[in-house]
């Protein structure tokens, strides 16, 4: 395990999200049966993280994959791990038709404002005003809410929430109403918020208030619909 932490960069977010997922997984006795779905990103680092099946896919096709995969092995608890950038923007078509059609998986979308394995370039959920390599001047455009996208065309029954790797309560919650979402035959997503002090540029506190400020852009909670 001390190895595999090492891929991911030293206050990375992404770790707490695995961790939470593996520990929800371990509560409900679905280890077993749970196959993680890789988005290229920061997302891939995971390849090896969590004692469960893993594999990787290519950029924005992990909701496509993963849905497949459940069509054919359909006992089985499957997640699609993938960044903004992934599910907001080249991979957006997939998943506005795998919410359409309620296809049952659990998609979790990290949220870190940037293009975090590339090197910070801007993301559909980038701040306006955000400075990053391609808005040197801050970004003009701005950020795009997932979730709330999705309530208009999900069916009922689906789950759909947005929190923060330092909300470690409230994850554990969703990840379980997520996965009792799958499991009833429905759709779900969490959005989670997520530190990348390598892109973000920030160090001890400064990271915590930099995820905290983001939670007045995106707001927390279950999206109701
Ligand atoms: C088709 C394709 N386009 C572009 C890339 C280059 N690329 C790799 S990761 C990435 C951005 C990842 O950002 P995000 O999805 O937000 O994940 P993060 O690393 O921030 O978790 C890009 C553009 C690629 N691998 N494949
Ligand atoms: S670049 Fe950011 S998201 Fe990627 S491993 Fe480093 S801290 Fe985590
Ligand atoms: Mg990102």
New binding site residues.
Partial sequence: MQENLAKFCPGCG?PITLMMMNKTLEKLGLQKQAVLGL?????LLAWNYLPINTFQT???RVVPTMMGFKRARNNSVCFAL??????Y??GLQSLIHAAKRDEPITVIV?N?T?????GG?T?P?TLHGQITPTSPEGNIEEPFFGPELLKDIVKPGAFLARTAVNEVKQLQDYLEKAIQTQQAGHFSLVEVL?F?PT?WKTVGVDTINKLNGLKETFKLGEIEF
């Fill in positions: 992404y988005d290229i990103g920061c997302a290519h950029h924005g993938v960044g903004d950038g992934g599910a923007a080249i990290t870190n940037v293009y975090g394995m590339t370039q993301a959920t997520s990348c892109n």
